[in-house]
T-cell receptor, first 111, second 117 residues
Framework: KQEVTQIPAALSVPEGENLVLNCSFTDSAIYNLQWFRQDPGKGLTSLLLIQSSQREQTSGRLNASLDKSSGRSTLYIAASQPGDSATYLCADDHNNNDMRFGAGTRLTVKP | EPEVTQTPSHQVTQMGQEVILRCVPISNHLYFYWYRQILGQKVEFLVSFYNNEISEKSEIFDDQFSVERPDGSNFTLKIRSTKLEDSAMYFC???????????????FGSGTQLSVL
């Protein structure tokens, strides 16, 4: 069964630290991979989308990479802030926006 | 910034009752979606909708579910006879074209928490 896995499930870091969230997927024939942020009681906010032909995307302090051959993506957050505390989800798009989500990494950034 | 809006934010219903969850996608978007997230589980795809018909649907989206775009702004998910296991957060999403060829993000609403008693 094709699936998306995220590790760690939870991460707590002090403010200012750089961190990496990991996502692995079993279906190499994906069209793109997206990273989302989910705040409690809120919807999902798309942070970065990487097309299958791309290697990475950057937005501000966020950088996402994609390695299709190994089935891995990482989300790098630089100089973390307490406002970055949220659950981060990755999802692969294998069939025209029929997306498969990972279970998420719950990030806490301590002041 | 334009956003996807969902109503109600919380819905409580009795098992066997029909519920309609409502969504207003972003106005210039053409593709619409429903996803759900059972408490403690992953977000799951239900259905995508384009040009007034279902584009894709998952195995979760059985005959108890239906979607409709009743007018130019609303997109609804109907559950005909709710079951306990339908309790979940239901997210509506939309995108401009749904095209695989474009660098296109999905925009999600804040969700409707459905509780079936």
């Amino acid at each position: 069964k094709q699936e998306v896995t995220q590790i760690p499930a939870a991460l707590s870091v002090p403010e200012g630290e750089n961190l990496v969230l990991n996502c692995s997927f079993t279906d190499s024939a994906i069209y793109n991979l997206q990273w989302f942020r989910q705040d409690p009681g809120k919807g999902l906010t798309s942070l970065l989308l990487i097309q299958s032909s791309q290697r990475e995307q950057t937005s501000g302090r966020l950088n996402a990479s994609l390695d299709k051959s190994s089935g891995r993506s990482t989300l790098y957050i630089a100089a973390s802030q307490p406002g970055d505390s949220a659950t981060y989800l990755c999802a692969d798009d294998h069939n025209n926006n029929d997306m498969r989500f990972g279970a998420g990494t719950r990030l806490t950034v301590k002041p | 910034e334009p956003e996807v809006t969902q109503t109600p934010s919380h819905q409580v219903t009795q098992m066997g009752q029909e519920v309609i969850l409502r969504c207003v996608p972003i106005s210039n978007h053409l593709y619409f979606y429903w996803y759900r997230q059972i408490l403690g589980q992953k977000v799951e795809f239900l259905v995508s909708f384009y040009n007034n018909e279902i584009s894709e649907k998952s195995e979760i989206f059985d005959d108890q579910f239906s979607v409709e775009r009743p007018d130019g702004s609303n997109f609804t998910l109907k559950i005909r006879s709710t079951k306990l296991e339908d309790s979940a957060m239901y997210f509506c999403a939309s995108s401009v074209t749904g095209s695989l060829a474009t660098n296109e993000k999905l925009f999600f609403g804040s969700g409707t928490q459905l509780s079936v008693l």
